[in-house]
């Protein structure tokens, strides 16, 4: 087995997740069978009860494990499906320390960081190593080298590298090369310090990732090589790419692949990457669209990064570039001018009553003016509950988990939630079966009649609505398998709009985009254009 664990120095936010990404495509378009686990140096067991405004989207896999965004980086760059093992937490390492300890399995000896916790680090990587004939393993250590937080982690894999054959094991460091003053100074002063803090810990890194606005400058390279021991070919200049997809090519015209598999001793095939014209639609769109992304987290654009990079593979596809119009639903109460100049609405997923009148009030504006519309979970419940209201004419319709006295409860607790007292992995939660309706908006988007996508919430439509919904032009053309959970809903009078309680955009990929996305932006395209036709 093969191990590169990516850390990262200087400051945070410096794009460890898309490099370590960017390797893992590299790495697998060169043949080589490849897996990635993130450590994540906080307390929580998961990343399911944080909060998306400090730490961004939480990703669903397909086992149901909530788990940090960086592993939704890893299955679209790398293309396969992870497990929730493959992100581990200093919450899980100590809970399951902790319970060995009571179930008496450490004899009675004091149970301490090194060796305990260090070891339980060790056997976490390994159980994820050894499901898979993999070549390479990476591993990416979240935070910034010198936080206490991830001391154990550093340590646990200081150890991995002089328990594991030698040669096995590759260090890669990510520090930032900021350039400073009128003649863009590139300064290396950072990546010395930060490498020092890491070989304190005893760690020499053998590559570095150097994030900076412009390429590195030869000299500068040579700075950086002279300072920390590393070797002037294993300084990758990682300058800023307009978007994430950009980043392999930019790693592998600096032989960082080479590099790697040379230290490896593997042998591998020539770079065949079949990003081909996905990466050319990319850069060169041939139209553009405008779609409001309606949320109340958007401040934080990575709470929804899985919308964005779901449009990505949208426009990778079919030349279609989303400029998304980020819009606090909250702003939307009063007035909902600002949807005046967009081709298409995505009211995304969400908790808590919070920003909702102005999703309602999305969704009624998309309605009555036609205008595409695409609802994911909280986005479809909001949809339907704005159909219940000036459809229906349910003037109190809502969801009883935002008004639990409701006359009109037309989303409702799902029924095992009753009880359910824990917020921590309790939701009904990844990959489930759902049957699409045939001669539907749903089956002409499909074309099949099953497909499986990844879930997270609590609450349903209300299943005693259901008829009074269908007379007036609301169908539910998707349910799940015993055919009791409304799991995708079309508009008779508005084929532009479609929901699902399910989110698609976790398993859209590359070159396998979220259909429903994808239609939504189709649908825009051909708004905008009529519009244009109408105007001139
Ligand atoms: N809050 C809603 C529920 O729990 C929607 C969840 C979501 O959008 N992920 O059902």
Not at 116 to 142: C, F, P, Q, W
Not at 280 to 288: A, G, H, Q, T
Not at 423 to 448: C, E, H, N, W
Request: overall charge negative.
């Amino acid at each position: 087995m093969h191990y590169v664990v990516i850390t990262g120095g200087v400051i945070s936010g410096l794009g460890k997740g898309t490099i370590t990404s960017s390797l893992g495509h590299l790495l697998k378009s060169h043949g080589l069978s490849v897996t990635a686990l993130k450590i994540d140096p906080y307390l929580n067991y998961d990343a399911g009860t944080m909060n998306p405004y400090q730490h961004g989207e939480v990703f669903v896999l397909d086992d149901g494990s909530e788990v940090d965004l960086d592993l939704g980086n890893y299955e679209r760059f790398i293309g396969s499906d992870l497990a929730g093992d493959n992100n581990i937490t200093t919450g899980k390492v100590y809970k399951e320390v902790i319970e060995k300890e009571r179930r008496g399995e450490y004899l009675g000896s004091t149970v301490q960081i090194i060796p305990h916790i260090t070891n339980e680090i060790k056997r976490r990587i390994r159980m994820v190593t050894s499901k898979g004939a993999y070549d390479v393993v990476l591993i990416e250590v979240g935070g910034t080298v010198g936080d206490i937080e991830s001391m154990p982690f550093l340590e646990a894999l200081r150890q991995l590298n002089r328990e594991e054959p030698p040669g096995s094991v590759i260090f890669g460091h990510v520090t930032l090369v900021p350039e400073i003053g009128a003649m863009n100074e590139q300064k290396t002063k950072p990546t010395q310090h930060s490498v020092k803090a890491l070989r304190e810990i005893g760690i020499q890194p053998d590559i570095l990732f150097c994030r900076s606005k412009d390429p590195l400058s030869l000299e500068t390279r040579k700075r950086i090589a002279l300072f920390t021991d590393v070797p002037l070919d294993g300084i990758a200049s990682v300058s800023d790419a307009p978007n994430a997809y950009l980043v392999p090519d930019l790693m592998e015209k600096q032989g960082i692949v080479d590099f790697i598999i040379g230290r490896f001793k593997l042998g591998c095939k020539e770079y065949n990457d079949d990003w081909g014209n996905y990466k050319e639609n990319l850069k060169n769109p041939r139209e553009r669209v405008k779609i409001a992304l309606v949320g109340k987290y958007t401040e934080l654009q990575d709470a929804y990064m899985s919308h964005k990079e779901a449009f990505l593979h949208v426009t990778g596809n079919t030349g279609i570039a989303v400029d998304i119009k980020w819009i606090n639903s909250d702003d939307l109460k009063a007035s909902t001018d600002r949807l005046d100049d967009v081709h298409g609405i995505l009211v995304p997923g969400g908790f808590g009553y919070r920003g909702i009148e102005g999703k309602i009030a999305a969704a009624r504006y998309a309605r009555e003016h036609n205008i595409p519309f695409l609802g994911i979970c909280l986005g479809f419940q909001v949809a339907v509950i704005e159909f219940a209201r000036n459809v229906l004419g349910f003037q109190d319709a809502n969801s009883t988990e935002f008004d639990s006295k409701t006359q009109h409860p037309v989303i409702d607790l799902l029924p095992e939630q009753n009880g359910v007292k824990d917020m921590g992995g309790t939701m009904r939660l990844g990959s489930k079966k759902v049957l699409v309706k045939p001669d539907t908006l749903a089956f002409s988007i499909y074309q099949k009649g099953e497909i499986y996508e990844r879930h997270r919430h609590r609450y349903e439509v209300n299943p005693s609505y259901i008829d009074q919904f269908a007379k007036a032009g609301l169908i539910f053309s998707g349910t799940d398998d015993e055919g009791i959970r409304m799991e995708i809903a079309e508009f008779r009078d508005n084929e532009n709009m479609i929901a699902s309680q399910y989110h698609s955009e976790f398993k859209s990929r590359p070159l396998n985009p979220s259909k429903i996305h994808q239609h939504l932006v189709l649908r825009a395209l051909q708004h905008m254009q009529e519009a244009m036709e109408a105007a001139a």
